[in-house]
């Protein structure tokens, strides 16, 4: 947070002590988030890999990528409620009521940070844009939808095949 809350106490505004605290925050959040969608999604056999539409549409494929925040598969490959998702934000939003200044460690906050923390697991991936790559001349090539190793796709970022 670059620039913090005015009403948050000096302490947490100002210096070197104020940039440690406001780091340390984001890395319990993200830490915490993290930690938590694992384990359950361990727990309950959630298979975390996101399975892109094959839909050429931009509004379906969005569509697709927003359902994929609420539903997951498992190891099976049935669909079931994203209960990894849910708790990873919980734990996310919830770790701040430790240690943050008096007034912003209440409940109303921690659900706050609770749903930024959820905004902020899916939407930073742009699942709804098709996958590409970079080539030689800076530009940018439309991937195939047949399957590639590992290794080719690398290679292939890389410019080396």
Not at 111 to 123: D, L
């Amino acid at each position: 947070m670059a620039n913090p809350k005015n009403h948050y106490p000096r302490k947490w505004r100002d210096g070197a002590g104020a940039f440690g605290k406001l780091y340390g925050d984001s890395i319990a959040m993200v830490t915490s988030e993290r930690t938590a969608r694992f384990l359950t999604g361990v727990a309950l056999r959630e298979d975390p890999r996101y399975v892109p539409s094959n839909s050429k549409n931009p509004l379906v494929r969005t569509m697709h990528a927003l359902a994929f925040t609420f539903i997951d598969k498992t190891d099976s490959g049935r669909n079931t409620i994203a209960f990894s998702n849910f708790a990873g934000a919980a734990a996310g939003g919830f770790v701040g009521r430790a240690y943050l200044p008096h007034g912003y460690n209440d409940l109303t906050h921690a659900e706050q940070r609770m749903a930024i923390q959820f905004k902020q697991q899916r939407s930073s991936s742009n699942r709804s844009l098709p996958a590409t790559w970079a080539t030689n001349d800076g530009g940018w090539r439309r991937m195939s939808s047949e399957k590639k190793s590992e290794d080719e796709g690398c290679l292939r970022f890389r410019g080396l095949s």
